[in-house]
């Protein structure tokens, strides 16, 4: 249904892309949001892209990542630059169809480490 890609090993200050793939769903029929849960942490919200492309960012984040929907691809993506070590978690990409709902479809995680 989704599945997260793009993630690897980077060193701080660099750039990394994550994709999500909606295999099976339109996804211009879905919010979308990416969260990511660091190692002993609870899971956070990181970013969110409604169906009218309104977009949310956690201040954690805000002014490094970007997120984006391609929906003739049935993508969704997360442009993260200035990577700090911080920012070392598994990433997930999540859909629901109504806007104030939770969301319910979430896919498997793909993770990102930033070396200092």
């Known amino acids: 249904q989704l599945q997260a890609s793009g993630g690897g090993l980077v060193q701080a200050g660099e750039s990394l892309r994550l994709s999500c793939a909606t295999s099976?769903?339109?996804?211009?029929?879905?919010?979308m949001g990416w969260f990511r849960q660091a190692p002993g942490k609870e899971r956070e919200f990181v970013a969110s892209v409604s169906r009218g492309d309104g977009k949310n960012y956690s201040d954690s984040v805000k002014g490094r990542f970007i997120v984006s929907r391609d929906n003739a691809n049935n993508m969704v993506h997360l442009q993260m630059n200035s990577l700090k070590p911080e920012d070392t978690a598994i990433y997930y990409c999540a859909a629901k169809t109504v806007l104030t709902a939770p969301f319910e479809l979430w896919g498997q995680g793909t993770l990102v480490t930033v070396s200092s």
């Open positions: 099976g769903r339109t996804v211009r029929n879905y919010h």
